[in-house]
């Protein structure tokens, strides 16, 4: 079984303004590695969108063979862009 140590680090906008003045270097870094970090959930979030989008595409078209695509996509992508906010 993996055993898996977590830390939580948590910096006030002082912390921050001080860290960045005293240490740039490592500012720098952490940042850097956030948005790596936040990047690669974003590409993450989008791959299960259009996944989730697909399934209601391909379970829409099973219900309502008769109605065209175009059709089945236009309802759905209110849902995409609700889903965002």
């Not at 952490?30 to 989730?52: P, S």
């Amino acid at each position: 079984m993996v055993s898996l140590t977590c830390e939580v680090l948590t910096l006030t906008v002082k912390d921050l303004s001080t860290l960045k003045i005293e240490f740039p270097s490592i500012f720098q870094e952490l940042f850097e590695d956030a948005k790596y970090h936040l990047m690669e959930l974003l590409m993450v979030k989008l791959e299960v969108i259009r996944q989730a989008e697909f399934s209601m595409l391909n379970s829409n078209r099973s219900m309502t063979p008769d109605v065209p695509d175009n059709q089945r996509l236009a309802g759905s992508v209110g849902i995409h862009f609700l889903g965002g906010m």
